[in-house]
Structures are given as structure tokens and as C-alpha cells.
């Protein structure tokens, strides 16, 4: 049985999704703020990952960036709840990891359908057990970037400060900086964890084909 956290701040939302999810055959867990939600995240590893926008304390997007922070739970599946359906806000979504973005009220067949479609792309993702391959930069130019700029984001992707980049590229920390900068506008992100995201997906490689 699926575990589902559900973290919306109001009341009868939460239990609506809860109840939805339970006839469903899910396990539902919910949280009605940011902070509850990451904690219970982080003690029972849910398999998906529902969660509104705008909460007190801390939005969703704070519980996003705080999750793909975290080896232990960044890849979980994550839907982000909305009433707003700006485009803006679904870039701002889409550009920190997101999975999906529903807009609030959302049709339980909608809903039911994005939920399978995440749990379904996860198991797959899972089962080819893939694992990054940090040897060569060389893949990350698939992505358009110059030579120097995909050396950058090998980094990155490794968790590197613009620092520690000078220091094994031997160049300036500013020219790190704008190798990154150019990464962003590239990629079309705004966080260094999102160009982690997409350099990871390039690097990945199915685990009996890494290299010996």
C-alpha cells in the first residue's frame, strides 16, 4: 500500500484528500503546515508527496527545496496544490523539481490519474536502478552548454561551491559564478539544485552498465 503525505493547511481539504486517497486503497499521512510535513517526511519516507502552496510558516516551495536537499528524499514524487494557476507559478514549480502541478479544486479523477502516473514513472526509475556517472563532463553538452560551462555543472551536480570549482578548474571564483549563471539561463532554472536535477537525468546510467 502507497504512502501518501498530504500537507494542505486547510482543514477540510486535507481531509477530503485523505478520505479520497483511503477509499483508493492509498495510505494517507497529512501535515497541515510546511514544517510537520517535512518531519513527517522524513520519518516515514512517503512514496508521493502532496502538498499546497501557500501555508504558514513554510510554503511549499520551501518544503521542495528542503526535500530535494535531502539525498534521503529527493527523489520522492512531488505534486504541488494550488488555487492560483498563474503560469508564473508553475514555472517557479517546475523549475525547483516539481513532478506535476494541479490547480485547486482538483477532479478526483485528475487527481487519482497524476498520483498513478508519479508512483508509476518512480517504480520504473527504481527498477533500472540508475546511478549518476561523474567521469566525464562530456554528456552535459547534450544540454547546449560550452565545454567549460558542463565542466561547471559536473560539479555541481557533485555539490561543489563556486569556491571548490576555482580551485579543481583553476579559474576565478567569479568566473564560476558566471559558468553558473550561464547554466541557469541555459536550462531554463533559477536554483542550483534544479540544475542538479537536469544534470543528474544526463549523467544517469543504468547501474550493470556503470563503469568498472
Not at 501555508?55 to 504541488?80: K, N, S, T
Not at 544540454?143 to 580551485?167: C, F, M, S
Not at 544534470?199 to 550493470?208: I, K, Q
Amino acid at each position: 500500500m502507497n504512502k501518501i503525505l498530504v500537507i494542505e493547511d486547510e482543514p477540510e481539504m486535507r481531509r477530503n484528500l485523505a478520505t479520497i486517497l483511503k477509499l483508493e486503497r492509498y495510505q494517507p499521512l497529512t501535515a497541515e503546515n510546511g514544517r510537520m510535513g517535512l518531519q513527517l517526511a522524513s520519518k516515514e519516507r512517503p512514496d508521493l508527496i502532496l502538498c499546497d502552496v501557500m501555508m504558514p510558516e513554510l510554503d511549499g516551495y520551501g518544503v521542495l527545496q528542503a526535500l530535494r536537499q535531502d539525498p534521503a528524499l529527493a527523489l520522492i514524487p512531488f505534486i504541488f496544490l494550488t488555487a492560483k494557476g498563474e503560469k508564473q507559478d508553475l514555472r517557479s514549480g517546475m523549475n525547483l523539481g516539481a513532478d506535476d502541478y494541479l490547480t485547486k479544486p482538483v477532479a478526483k479523477a485528475d487527481l487519482l490519474q497524476a498520483i498513478a502516473a508519479r508512483l508509476r514513472r518512480s517504480e520504473q526509475q527504481a527498477q533500472r536502478e540508475f546511478k549518476p556517472d561523474f567521469s566525464s563532463y562530456r554528456p552535459l553538452l547534450k544540454l547546449g552548454l560550452t565545454p567549460r560551462a558542463a565542466e561547471v555543472l559536473l560539479w555541481v551536480a557533485q555539490g561543489k561551491t563556486n569556491a571548490d570549482i576555482a580551485v579543481i578548474l583553476g579559474i576565478s571564483e567569479s568566473t564560476a559564478k558566471k559558468h553558473l549563471l550561464e547554466i541557469f539561463e541555459k536550462l531554463g532554472v533559477e536554483t542550483r539544485s534544479a540544475a542538479t536535477l537536469r544534470a543528474l537525468e544526463v549523467l544517469a546510467v543504468p547501474a550493470n552498465h556503470a563503469p568498472i
